[in-house]
């Protein structure tokens, strides 16, 4: 069989119930690969001490192409049928993915011998599902519908999870993992919970973080787990190395259609190592400002006795997950250029109501904060604090999401026209080092999970210098591009 890269080994010691899912696979027209077979062997460990599932949760990494979703049906198939009224979702991306697959299946089931065991499928838009005769369900569902309300049930199955966030993963979780031990009382068959998926990019931050640490040796003694692709050693343009280490070579697919693969991943040879190799696309692709610009617009720090009644504003910024909160200067010059200068990086977002009102009232100057996105809760927050006289006490630099959505390209513009100098601060080089654009039409902005370290400094000192340019007490915006 095709090596693992890493994972679960079979636990002989334990009994299995892999031979009935490969009874159920051979019914369905698919019987198991090699691969999908010791997956469901591991997978089917039984506790000698509770007569059920020793794992809880698996989770499965593998190449594209392999088998993985047919696996995930046999499995379920055969859960149905572990005793009556069990609840089985299939979740994936959007629930056209979901459904289209689901599709398929019911087609494979409705003709296979199992039929017997099923009664009439749903087939409503928004209500897909296959009942079995003892009043056990199989639902597939888009993830983003039931991250709202949460699912209960027997197993679910979170199919291409690298295309969750950490957040969106973990509202689907909470909903699941507290509802599995009232079930397995109610049912005495340990609920699954099964995360499936090929490697993703650095924004796959749900399934990266879980399969990091199962590589490291962190997971719980009730995950299980199996990563299938390209060891790190190996050159994913040698079809030999992607042969030997995709477990659905030369039983799914041959040598000549690998190479028809690879001609479809022309000018992508990120997407290919991806794809065939599963190997994770970490790279920040694209830099929001290119290295040489960012080096040639350095200047001097400003310390505050050198600002010579230069008018200030404080730009802020928070990290995904509210980890970090960046605070920069935006000081206009009176040649009309900006300087901006990172001045805080805070830790989560606690200090900053404090910091700011220290900030501003000792300079006299607003704040640019973005209302949306990771910054909502903190501009909540130092939108309502109030003097003892119940009026603001912060001043704001209006701007509304059109206005935000600028502030990158016109920070860059900026630099390139010498209209904005930044000063010299490491952990400013750092952000902008790490900061990857995202591009929407012909627009971007900062990627905050394509990149690869705090995104806050810089985003800080975008919005100091927009905000800069804008200052309220300006009869009209200054100009400076
Ligand atoms: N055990 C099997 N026997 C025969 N055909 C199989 C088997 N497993 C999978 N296949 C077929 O191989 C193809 C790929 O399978 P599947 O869609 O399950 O792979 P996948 O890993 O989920 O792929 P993707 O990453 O693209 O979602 C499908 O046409 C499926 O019917
Ligand atoms: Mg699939």
Redesign the pocket.
Known sequence: MTPLRGGTQRNPDRRTDGPIVAKF?RLLG????PW?RLVADVAGEIDPDTGTYFYDTVILS?P????????VDAVDTRNSQWGPDRFIYYLAQTGKDAGDHFKKYLKTLGSSPLAAITTRPYLGAGDLRQPFANGSVIMPKSVTKVAGHGVQGDKITLD?AFSLSEETGNTILDGFMPTMATRLKATGVQPQLWITS?EGTAESTFFNRRLDACRAGEQSRRTCWFDFGLPADEDPENLDSIMRHHP?AGL?WNKTQLADFREQFQGNPAGWARAFGNRRDEGITDRAIDEALWAATVTAPVTPGDLDGRPVVFGVAVDVDGTHTSVSAGIANNDGTITVQLLRILDGTGYAPTELTRLCSKYGAPVVIDARGTAADLSDRLRHMTDDAGDPLLQFVDMDAGDYLTTGQSFVAGLANHAITHAADPELDASAANSARKWAGDAWRVSRRGSTGLTSPLESCMLAAWGAAHRPEETGPLQIY
């Open positions: 696979a698919t019987p198991l690969l999908q593998t594209r192409q392999c088998g993985k979703s047919t696996l291409e090929t659905a799914l």
